[in-house]
């Protein structure tokens, strides 16, 4: 192995993050020169072509959900993707998602191991077309050298999802995750993964994550059922109010027929008594 030089030199046909003993060597203001100098895109020369929709709505809803979960939760999870993420002394690279815990929760154009301290502990590689030998081989293999603790690639033409876990803080090989019922359990995320319906899907405590769209069609329906409740309690009390109304005329008309017969029979005891009178 090539002995890496002892000063960072910033290559931009090879960028490469700064080994962890070059960064320690550094003043503040060589660390925020290196910060600047880093691109932030993610345009290696072996880089694939742009992924179409199919590639994007997975990756963009995937992680706004995540993202609106744990912000519920409060729980310290950095997630983000395609992002250039540089490791010390390593190539740069970009998976799909991914996650880092115990982080500050801030928005970065770039994730630099040395300056954040740490590195990933969950990436997530959305497979579409031409990339499944990187995803299934190469990635299995570097992402576990590099210590990122679960990797997890969704085959989006095949509908399938795969998993992989290190067994123990210095491992640097994966193991594979075998799924239960269905789903792979992701201990960095707290969560379940599946698919269903040829989508990738998330679980907590047995309740699927609700992506933006279904919850608004949730609350729509929620907001329709109470709608329809409200207007035929309205109805019931408009119907009661009117047959209150029918009994209350009822009685009344009642009231005057038996007042007229009253009426009617005390002038006939009137006349009967003129009668007897008159003899």
């Known amino acids: 192995m090539e002995k890496a030089p002892s ?57 706004s959900l995540l993202r609106k979960f744990f912000e519920r939760t409060k729980r310290r999870i950095y997630i983000a993707g395609n992002m ?13 998602l991914y996650a880092v815990t115990d982080v500050e929760i801030r928005p970065r154009d770039s994730w630099i191991g040395v ?14 077309t031409g990339r499944r030998s990187k995803d299934l081989k190469t990635y299995v293999e570097k992402y576990a050298r590099l210590g990122i603790r679960e990797y997890f690639v969704f085959d989006v033409p095949r509908k399938l999802l795969r998993g992989w876990r290190l067994p123990d803080a210095g491992a640097t090989r994966y193991e594979p ?13 707290g969560l379940e993964l599946f698919i269903r319906d040829g989508r990738l899907r998330f679980m907590h405590d047995n309740a699927v994550l609700e992506e933006p769209e279904e ?15 409200r207007e035929e309690e309205a109805r019931r009390a408009e119907d009661a109010a009117r047959r ?15 007042q007229a017969a009253e009426q009617r029979l005390a002038a ?11 003899r």
């Open 84 to 96: 250039a993420v540089f490791y010390p002394g390593e190539k740069q690279f970009s998976p799909d």
């Open 177 to 189: 995750l075998v799924p239960q019922l269905g789903c792979f359990s992701s201990e960095v995320l």
């Open 244 to 258: 209150a109304e029918e009994a209350a005329q009822g009685a009344e008309e009642a009231a005057r027929r038996r």
């Open 7 to 63: 000063r960072w030199v910033f290559d931009p046909d090879d960028p490469r993050s700064p080994t962890w003993e070059q960064w320690n060597a550094m003043t503040p203001r060589e660390r925020d020169e290196v910060v600047a100098t880093l691109p932030s895109d993610w345009s290696p020369p072996d880089a694939l072509p742009p992924e179409g929709d199919h590639h994007y709505d997975v990756q963009s809803s995937s992680r």
């Open 115 to 128: 300056r954040e301290g740490k590195g990933l502990d969950l990436a997530l590689e959305i497979s579409v």
């Open 215 to 229: 919850l608004i069609s949730r609350l729509n329906q929620t907001l329709v059922a109470v709608i329809s409740a």
């Open 268 to 278: 006939a005891l009137e006349e009967i008594e003129r009668l007897k009178k008159g």
